[in-house]
């Protein structure tokens, strides 16, 4: 994956706080940053209020507002059709093989509870570093003002749940042959859309910094070694990658975009991939 090199600014360069992230983005692994004059490259700004990476047309920061929507969702009793199309139980493993912004990890995460766990990777070392921190500072976050106790319930199950989410970089398909057999619950996949349609500047960045490649044949392969219960893959509705990786498609989300594929692990783990 090609590494874009990126500059890094400080609003306040003598706020040892800011010194002490900037330091830590330095050691992430994949990551180059360069510090001195931009001249032309990408900045990620550290700021008191935030984090966020300008690339000169738009600007890419991690924030939770997809997962808060969808876990006060929940709290109210409606279904997710991620959550229903992975089947994660409270106490198991999910593994998140395409973080992104992490949306999708947070549910899970969320679900889960607090004696399960979500392991993220993400082939971006950016992307991966911004979602690592930003997944670290939700516990010291500000609360926004808060309309209702449904909301503020969200929020703190939701600072919870980042907490419970590891975040590695690498590609998925090296890193699952690094774990045991059978050694989580569920698999999943969210790939960049290969005919995508999001050209909105909020996806922009995301399409700069992340990985394209479409999902390979033995990542799912190495997915089915490590997974227990199923795979999940999403992709565009109507998709030929269900049928060329081996899903089978969810039903359900009918005014929906996008389809959920599943492989069950359990049930035919006897029979020949
Ligand atoms: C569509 S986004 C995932 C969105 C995510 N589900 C969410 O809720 O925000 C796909 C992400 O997977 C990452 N990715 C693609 N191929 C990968 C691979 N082989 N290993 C790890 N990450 C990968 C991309 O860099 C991108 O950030």
Known sequence: MNKIPVSIK????NDPILQAKMRWFMDQPGCSFQTGEPD???????????????DGQNRLSFHPNLAIIRILQGLRGEQDRFLVATNVKPGQTLIDATLGMGADALVAAWKVGESGKVIAFEHSPLLAALMKEGLLSLKDKQLPRIMNSLKLNAWKELILASQRIEVIWGDHQKLLTELPESSVDVVYFDPMFRRTREKSSSIQPLHRYSDHRPLQQ???????????SRIVLKERKGSSEFVRLGF????????SQVDYGIINC????????
């Open 10 to 13: 400080l609003t306040h360069p």
């Open 218 to 228: 033995e990542a799912v392969q190495e997915a089915y070694r490590v997974a227990c």
């Open 248 to 255: 089978q498609v969810f039903n359900g989300g009918r005014y």
């Open 266 to 273: 359990c049930s035919t783990k006897e029979e020949t991939f």
């Open 40 to 54: 032309l490259l990408p900045i990620l700004h550290l700021t008191r209020k935030g984090i966020f990476l300008d």
